[in-house]
């Protein structure tokens, strides 16, 4: 596989974690973000969720995504001819002011630290 595809693929597969960790009941947007400075990505954050909700006091597993519903979240915006925007911090007040109309559109706001 050449470099470029496989830059292609290593985003795609970051961004159906950073969905599936934003898309899981009971992760807050502060919540995602406090995983994420904690273990560096969303990766690790949901390999490790499901413990840290026990360490929480959860008696239960967290319902994360499967990546066919990430997957198909990503073609519906696909299909609208729409993109998801995955927004740092520091872009937070624009994106807001943009979200109603984005989301109107079929876009998926993902807002990142």
């Given at each position: 596989?050449s470099?470029?595809f496989?830059?292609v693929y290593?985003?795609?597969?970051k ?6 960790l934003?898309?899981?009941p009971?992760v ?5 973000f406090?995983?994420?400075n904690?273990f560096g990505s969303?990766?690790l954050?949901l390999?490790?969720?499901n413990?840290?909700?026990?360490a929480?006091g ?5 319902e994360?995504?499967s990546?066919?519903a990430i997957?198909?979240?990503i073609?519906q ?5 729409t993109?998801i925007?995955c ?7 624009l994106?807001?002011e943009l979200?109603?109309?984005?989301s ?5 706001l993902?807002?990142?630290d």
């Amino acid at each position: 596989m050449s470099k470029f595809f496989e830059s292609v693929y290593e985003e795609q597969l970051k961004l159906v974690s950073w969905l599936k960790l934003a898309r899981t009941p009971g992760v807050s947007a502060k919540t995602f973000f406090e995983l994420i400075n904690i273990f560096g990505s969303s990766e690790l954050a949901l390999s490790n969720l499901n413990s840290m909700a026990r360490a929480g006091g959860s008696k239960k597993n967290l319902e994360i995504p499967s990546d066919a519903a990430i997957e198909l979240e990503i073609s519906q915006c696909e299909s609208y001819n729409t993109s998801i925007i995955c927004a740092f911090e520091g872009l937070l007040t624009l994106a807001e002011e943009l979200a109603s109309n984005l989301s109107s559109a079929g876009c998926t706001l993902l807002f990142l630290d």
